[in-house]
């Protein structure tokens, strides 16, 4: 899946004349917060894609994920959102974060678990 992924990125880029991996890889930093990671497996769980996540935190191989199942991870505001914030098509940003976001969660997380949120500040 993760070639398939791959020449997929590599198609969309070349259609729209832009580096797909690099704006993608750029709003992907905002997904992987600490708090915005817990809402990502949290919804994971909600959609029964729970164990797909963990294995992107966990140890071992990562699975794939569709773009139709980013959009249910993500759900539709954070999908909107990343659109905005690129500038690329739905489908293009979908078909990117599904190539990327498993290892970036992966890298995030190396020793398995999710990190810990930073305490807030009381003014």
């Known amino acids: 899946m993760s070639d398939f992924l791959s020449g997929l990125v590599g198609k969309v880029e070349s259609a729209l004349g832009t580096s797909l991996s690099g ?3 750029q ?3 905002s997904l992987l917060q600490p708090g915005t ?9 909600d959609a ?5 996540v963990r294995s992107w935190i966990g140890h071992g191989e990562n699975l794939p994920a569709t773009p139709d ?4 991870i993500l759900g539709s505001s954070t999908v909107h959102d990343l659109v905005a914030r690129t500038g690329l098509p739905a489908d293009a940003v ?3 974060v599904a190539h990327f976001l498993p290892a970036a969660v992966d890298k995030t997380t190396p020793d398995g678990t999710l990190p810990a949120q ?4 009381d003014a």
């Open 118 to 121: 930073a305490p807030t500040k």
């Open 48 to 52: 029964g894609l729970g164990d797909k």
């Open 94 to 96: 979908l078909t990117a």
């Open 23 to 25: 704006a993608v890889q």
């Open 69 to 72: 199942e980013i959009r249910e």
């Open 27 to 29: 709003q992907l930093q």
């Open 37 to 45: 990671l817990e809402n990502i497996l949290s919804k994971a769980d």
